[in-house]
């Protein structure tokens, strides 16, 4: 039922925010993290029109692996192996070198399942609209601008999940910062 689901994606918002409460964003203003999060979960839901459970919890968890001490064992036993696959999916192996990292973004979006396409498509938007509204302290433009365009590859790469999401993508990479 609805209720039950609310619970469920309410148990996501608990753990994520206790898992990140000891983290900030990039921001000037160091925002608190659990914000970003809250923020795919919410565009997915109402630009997305997505009101598939899982996809929401995986949002809500999408970067507890790669930020904190959460593991993927931990994330199949709270949400189930679903949410923790797609969970997996959109989480960088810390082990290689940033560069590597990016790149294989680029080189792995194809692959993606729909749900995880779903949270990539999100997460990137998100944080373009981060980039714009308030940006990594001290992020010079040039790599304002290389963000960016790094981010329209990964979403240029994954597959048709959701136009309406991938119109608020677009729209978001039409703040791409200019030299004054
Ligand atoms: P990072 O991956 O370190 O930082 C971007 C990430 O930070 C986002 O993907 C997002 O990830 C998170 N984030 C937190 N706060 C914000 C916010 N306010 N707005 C947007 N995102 C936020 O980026 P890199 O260090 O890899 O830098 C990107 C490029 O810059 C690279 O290509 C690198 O080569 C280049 N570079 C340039 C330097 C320079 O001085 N010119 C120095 C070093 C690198 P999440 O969603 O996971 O939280
Ligand atoms: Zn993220």
Redesign the pocket.
């Known amino acids: 039922s609805q209720v039950l689901h609310a619970a469920e994606l309410l148990e996501a918002v608990m753990f994520a925010a206790e898992r990140h409460r000891q983290q900030r ?3 000037a203003e160091a925002s608190p993290y659990i914000n ?1 999060p809250i923020a795919l979960a919410h565009l997915l839901a109402t630009t997305g029109g997505v009101d598939d459970l899982a996809v929401l919890q995986a949002a809500i968890l999408h ?1 507890t692996i ?1 930020d904190t001490d959460t593991t993927e064992a931990e994330l199949q036993a709270r949400f189930g192996p679903a949410v923790a696959a797609m969970v997996m999916e959109v989480t960088d192996d810390k082990a290689l070198a ?2 590597e990292r ?1 790149a294989l973004q680029v080189a792995h979006a194809p692959h993606k399942s729909p749900g995880a396409a779903l949270v990539k498509l999100a ?1 990137k938007t998100c ?1 373009l609209r ?2 714009a509204a ?3 302290a001290g992020w ?1 433009l ?2 304002r601008q ?2 960016f365009d ?1 981010a329209r590859q990964v979403v240029e790469g994954l597959p048709r999940v959701n136009d309406a999401l991938r119109a608020a993508f677009d729209a978001a990479y039409a703040a791409r910062p200019v030299a004054p």
Do not use: Q, T
Request: glycine share 0%; aromatic share 10%.
């Open positions: 964003r990039k921001d970003h970067d790669e940033k560069a990016k997460d944080n981060d980039m308030a940006p990594p010079d040039a790599r290389e963000y790094w």
